[in-house]
């Protein structure tokens, strides 16, 4: 079983997708399961049409067997492959770069795949104007030390609620979710550390903002009231996690879209790299926790 995370131009964003080694057959399947719109043609290995770059993500042994003669030989004529990758690959199992998507089988095991798309076809860009007007009320910053105090508050409000809504799944008896919400408070509080590691100097306690200028009196962060349900799967407190995280992203965005200062938008840029990085996580963990649950282990296994 593997994450297959796709990312191109011509997403907005990178998607990412829990596939079966071996079931779904190549990532040209797996791609059009999930209407990820990879390019193909001949869908056979003649064409080229469907070329990819794939970056392993797993610690453990890559898998770089299976080439193809019909791909070997495309590769080469596109000069995509040269004669040290195939012998790495047949002699050593070490994987080449690129490959066919419609003859590169899924492995057991997680990666990145890497298409240019339809060129024909706009490129869908960033959600930076939807963010923008998300994000209005009272939020100007002008200066860094105001940014940082922005970014200072967002993961500290992020850990604490994480740990609020820790403690009502606790009393309620729901331990399940209680120490997923407890894991998530641990993350946001390693991306507070980082956070003030950057503000390094700087005297936080005056430019920390109060909740009266953020939207709806929370930083983004914040997840749904519906959280402290005692009800709550741990399928549920993923995805209110996951809104939590979206909205974070989409408040950097703003943040790089909307300043004048050059200075700001490259930290801001930063901050929105790492939020996509969180968003991505909570997405494959959803992913992974809806196959658990619509194909639970069998009683004899």
């Known amino acids: 079983m593997a994450n297959v995370t796709f990312s191109s131009p011509v997403l907005a ?25 990879i390019p193909f043609d001949c869908q056979d290995g003649e064409c080229g049409s469907c070329l990819v ?32 990758e195939i012998e790495a690959a047949e002699v050593n199992d070490m994987p080449p770069r690129y490959r066919l998507a419609c003859q590169c089988f899924v492995r057991n095991e997680d990666i990145l795949v890497k298409f240019e798309g339809d060129q024909t076809l706009p490129a869908q860009g960033a959600h930076i104007t939807h963010a ?22 967002v993961e500290e409000d992020a850990a604490i609620h994480f740990d609020e809504l820790a403690g ?16 998530l408070a641990g993350f946001s509080r390693l991306h507070l ?16 903002p109060p909740d009266y200028v953020w939207p709806n ?20 407190g993923l995805k209110a996690a996951l809104q939590g995280e979206r909205r974070g992203y989409e408040f950097y965005r703003a943040v790089a879209a909307k300043t004048k200062s050059p200075e700001i938008e490259a930290m801001a840029k930063e901050f929105v790299k790492e939020e996509a990085e969180h968003v991505k996580i ?20």
Request: include cysteine; proline fraction near 3%.
């Open 217 to 236: 009196h929370a930083t983004p962060e914040r997840t749904e009231i519906w959280a402290a349900d005692p009800t709550l799967s741990r399928l549920d």
């Open 13 to 37: 964003r990178d998607v990412t997708v829990y596939a079966i080694a071996g079931d779904r057959g190549t990532i040209l399947a797996v791609a059009k399961a999930h209407k990820i719109p």
């Open 193 to 208: 550390a980082e956070a003030k590691k950057r503000a390094g100097s700087i005297d936080l306690s005056a430019v920390i």
């Open 132 to 153: 923008a007007k998300r994000f209005t009320g009272g939020i100007e910053i002008s200066t860094v030390d105001e940014f940082m105090g922005y970014a200072v508050k």
């Open 53 to 84: 770059e794939v970056t392993h993500l797993s610690r453990n042994q890559k898998y770089g067997i299976a080439l193809t003669e019909k791909e070997k030989e495309m590769l080469r004529q596109l000069g995509k492959i040269s004669k040290a």
């Open 168 to 183: 009502m799944m606790e009393s309620c008896g729901n331990a399940e979710v209680a120490k997923l919400f407890r894991q």
């Open 282 to 301: 909570l997405e494959a963990w959803i992913t992974r926790e809806e196959w658990t649950i619509k194909n639970p282990p069998s009683a004899n296994a």
